[in-house]
């Protein structure tokens, strides 16, 4: 126990130091604070210069809310929770695996810093959203997860910071159903995983941006604003009536398996869920709804 303890106490002290390098020490290239920024600002300039939906504010609801949620969940959450519970919890798997003679090691099919950088990062990266496309999907037939999930699509008008609007434990479930196939590959330089965090975070806040685009033939293997709001639509038919278009970086997960929905221009459709009149409009009463609420949608 007093191994945990001590895994919990310095993974807070060592993300504290690293959040506070990326704020005012550090310049490099792969700074997350500051990548975060620029990547928001130029999109949200794209949504200034070339608004699909034109008479949506600059300033649209929950602007402000939905940025406080992307600094929030992409800096502070790690300090809180994240962190501390992800170094705990793999420490713990490894120590259940010692247990019966095993490890992370014995597991690994191959090792990506074996292979050319390029390939590697394709097949860290192409295993990541494989495995978060099936997440998402868990996070909407799962009841007991769809009501965290519902935070996320409390959204009502889409702009680029709604892509980081989620409930706290959504990382958690994400890193949790990650960790294995990640390690299964082995671990991979982190600046070079930035590439991909920093592709993603551009696609994510892309997909969520008040733009009309598709990217044409590009459609059918990356995820885009015009297939994202389908996702987000109110009203689906009851075929689909869990969720479609799950895809977060990568669409083509979802023509592959089916789970494609664009039936038409979805330019102004409303957004949201059933029953979210009375879904909570601030912070903290969206962070405890999963505690306090009980879930009927899937009766």
């Known amino acids: 126990m007093e191994k945990y303890i001590d895994i919990i106490k310095n993974s ?3 993300y504290w130091n690293y959040l506070k390098n990326e704020i005012f020490f550090q310049n490099h ?55 501390a519970l992800s170094n705990t919890a793999a420490e713990f798997l490894n120590d259940i695996l010692s247990s019966v003679g095993l ?10 810093d074996n292979l050319p950088n390029w390939l590697g990062l394709f097949v860290f990266f192409i295993v990541s959203d494989f ?7 868990l996070l909407h037939r799962v009841p007991f997860l769809w009501n965290f ?21 959504e990382p958690v479930v994400y890193k949790s159903l990650l960790y294995l196939p990640i390690a299964i590959i ?20 892309l997909n969520h941006a008040n733009l009309g685009w598709d990217y044409g ?40 398996f089916k789970t494609n929905y664009i039936p038409h221009n979805g ?18 009463k969206q962070e405890l709804y999963p505690i306090l609420s009980k879930n009927k949608d899937f009766d």
Not at 149 to 169: C, D, Q, T
């Open 12 to 14: 807070y002290s060592g």
């Open 29 to 83: 290239w792969d700074n997350y604070f500051y990548g975060l920024i620029i990547i928001s600002l130029l999109v949200w300039g794209l949504e200034i210069l070339f608004p699909w939906r034109k008479n949506q504010s600059i300033f649209r609801k929950d602007f402000w809310l939905d940025t406080f949620y992307m600094f929030f969940n992409f800096f502070l959450l790690n300090l809180i929770i994240l962190i």
């Open 103 to 112: 490890s992370l090691q014995s597991l690994q099919i191959f090792d990506v």
């Open 131 to 137: 495995v978060q496309w099936n997440t998402h999907r």
């Open 149 to 169: 999930h519902k935070v996320h699509h409390s959204v009502k008008e889409m702009g680029f910071a709604a892509h980081l609007r989620y409930h706290w434990m």
């Open 186 to 205: 082995g671990n991979y330089d982190a600046k070079d995983v930035a590439i991909v965090y920093f592709f993603t975070i551009t696609i994510g806040h």
């Open 217 to 256: 033939l590009f459609k059918y293997i990356v995820n885009n604003p015009k297939m994202h709001i389908w996702h987000h639509a109110k009203a689906l038919p009851k075929h689909v009536r869990f969720g479609v278009n799950y895809g977060l970086t990568l669409s083509i997960w979802d023509y592959i």
């Open 267 to 284: 330019k102004d459709i409303e957004l949201g869920f059933s029953g979210d009149e009375t879904f909570p409009k601030d912070f903290i």
